[in-house]
């Protein structure tokens, strides 16, 4: 098969660290894979298989469509107006539609939720390509938080699409009241067989973009004010917040338990996940949590607030801890449990290096050939 993957970018970053990876994947197993990047930047922070196609179709945006997209949303702002996808992206949309007529790609699989709004657009230019809409977050906080301001194309765009690929179950229910062409697929592992701590350092790790709303940066404050004695959070991330987070860990006299290491490629946060004894995950929302199953393959155990995500990684619970209505009180008094006991760690590594196995590529991959056959046979 001949597969097209657009995103709209591929740079630091869980979704583009799934996307390369499943692309990486698919093209091994003998299909023909190209990657588009849709900021028109072409930058791949993650290796990509040298036989992948890369090409640079897309134009970055101009000054005038910045200007034009910030008018929009002001306008939004005030009165509610629902924006024209189109308006935003006019000539990466006109770059991507001439990319895709002068090619031969039987299925295009679009990731998130601005590339969804598209839809219908390529629909109407080319109605016998089979699209893929891809999501990487959950329903309600695409629809309610980032992409509410072109909802209307959103919904339309999912409505249109050939298939729907979600990543829960809960989220499948969500999409199929709209689409009943919909599916879940986990994320695939995106870390190869690896080593298993040893549980012994007094380290704990958390990975993310160093965004304080969505990540939960502040409650690592609430932690690292709890902290035992010679205990430290390990952060590996980049992230727009970055300087406002580094300043809270100044503020609240820090820097010697919460610990920036920047952004690492895989084989550095292998060996970040390696030195630590347990994981946590304060994210306020989470669609997925590809870093809970990294730190799961690493054999740590898992401490989360209970969201979509983490929830459906960890089984409700029966695969690592999490904690309600992002209680910080009770998160922290769950992650001295483990701090306190080695054999109540040892216990959920097990359970983690268990239950990871069902994220391994080759049974995700599997999966993904199963629904692009049955689209291909319609």
């Given at each position: 098969?001949?597969?097209?993957?657009?995103?709209?970018?591929?740079?630091l970053g869980?979704?583009?660290?799934?996307?390369?990876?499943?692309?990486?994947?698919?093209?091994?197993?003998?299909?023909?894979?190209?990657?588009?990047?849709?900021?028109g930047?072409?930058?791949?922070?993650?290796?990509?298989?040298?036989?992948?196609?890369?090409?640079?179709?897309?134009?970055?945006?101009?000054?005038?469509?910045?200007?034009?997209?910030?008018?929009?949303?002001?306008?939004?702002?005030f009165?509610?107006?629902?924006?024209?996808?189109?308006?935003?992206?006019?000539?990466?949309?006109?770059?991507l539609?001439?990319?895709?007529?002068?090619?031969?790609?039987e299925?295009?699989?679009l990731?998130?939720?601005?590339?969804?709004?598209?839809?219908?657009?390529?629909?109407?230019?080319?109605?016998?390509?089979?699209?893929?809409?891809?999501?990487?977050?959950?329903?309600?906080?695409?629809?309610?938080?980032?992409?509410?301001?072109?909802?209307?194309?959103?919904?339309?765009?999912?409505?249109?699409?050939?298939?729907?690929?979600?990543?829960t179950?809960?989220?499948?229910?969500?999409?199929?009241?709209?689409?009943?062409?919909?599916?879940?697929?986990?994320?695939?592992?995106?870390?190869?067989?690896?080593?298993?701590?040893?549980?012994?350092?007094?380290?704990?790790?958390?990975?993310?973009?160093?965004?304080?709303?969505?990540?939960?940066?502040?409650y690592?404050?609430?932690?690292?004010n709890?902290?035992?004695?010679?205990?430290?959070i390990?952060?590996?991330?980049?992230?727009?917040?970055?300087?406002?987070?580094?300043?809270?860990?100044?503020?609240?006299?820090?820097?010697?338990?919460?610990?920036?290491?920047?952004?690492?490629?895989?084989?550095?946060?292998?060996?970040?996940?390696?030195?630590?004894?347990i994981?946590?995950?304060t994210?306020?929302?989470?669609?997925?949590?590809?870093?809970?199953?990294?730190?799961?393959?690493?054999?740590?155990?898992?401490?989360?607030?209970?969201?979509?995500?983490?929830?459906?990684?960890?089984?409700?619970?029966?695969?690592g801890?999490?904690?309600k209505?992002?209680?910080?009180?009770?998160?922290?008094?769950?992650?001295?449990?483990?701090?306190?006991?080695?054999?109540?760690?040892?216990?959920?590594?097990?359970?983690?290096?268990?239950?990871?196995?069902?994220?391994?590529?080759?049974?995700?991959?599997?999966?993904?050939?199963?629904?692009?056959?049955?689209?291909?046979?319609?």
């Amino acid at each position: 098969m001949n597969i097209c993957i657009v995103n709209t970018g591929f740079q630091l970053g869980g979704v583009e660290r799934v996307a390369i990876e499943l692309a990486n994947s698919m093209q091994r197993n003998g299909e023909n894979v190209s990657l588009i990047d849709f900021s028109g930047d072409n930058t791949f922070f993650y290796n990509v298989d040298q036989d992948i196609n890369t090409p640079q179709v897309i134009n970055p945006r101009k000054l005038k469509r910045k200007l034009i997209k910030r008018a929009l949303y002001l306008k939004y702002k005030f009165n509610k107006s629902p924006i024209n996808i189109t308006n935003l992206y006019k000539e990466q949309v006109e770059d991507l539609i001439k990319y895709l007529k002068n090619n031969d790609h039987e299925i295009l699989i679009l990731c998130q939720g601005l590339l969804t709004a598209l839809i219908p657009i390529l629909k109407k230019e080319m109605p016998n390509m089979k699209i893929i809409a891809w999501q990487h977050n959950d329903y309600d906080v695409y629809t309610n938080q980032y992409y509410k301001e072109f909802i209307s194309d959103y919904i339309l765009g999912v409505n249109q699409a050939d298939l729907v690929v979600c990543l829960t179950a809960s989220d499948l229910d969500k999409f199929k009241k709209i689409n009943i062409n919909s599916c879940y697929i986990y994320n695939p592992l995106t870390i190869s067989e690896t080593k298993i701590s040893k549980l012994n350092n007094k380290n704990i790790i958390f990975v993310g973009r160093l965004a304080i709303n969505q990540k939960g940066l502040d409650y690592l404050i609430d932690i690292g004010n709890q902290l035992e004695k010679d205990w430290k959070i390990l952060v590996a991330g980049e992230g727009v917040d970055k300087e406002k987070f580094t300043k809270m860990i100044s503020d609240n006299k820090l820097e010697d338990k919460i610990i920036l290491k920047g952004a690492l490629k895989s084989e550095e946060l292998i060996d970040l996940y390696l030195s630590g004894s347990i994981f946590i995950s304060t994210s306020r929302w989470e669609g997925f949590g590809l870093v809970i199953t990294e730190a799961m393959a690493c054999g740590l155990p898992i401490v989360s607030f209970n969201n979509l995500g983490p929830k459906e990684i960890l089984k409700d619970g029966d695969y690592g801890i999490l904690v309600k209505d992002h209680n910080i009180n009770n998160f922290i008094t769950e992650l001295k449990k483990l701090i306190e006991y080695k054999e109540s760690r040892e216990m959920f590594q097990l359970k983690s290096l268990e239950r990871v196995q069902d994220f391994k590529i080759d049974i995700i991959l599997t999966k993904w050939n199963v629904e692009l056959k049955k689209l291909i046979a319609k």
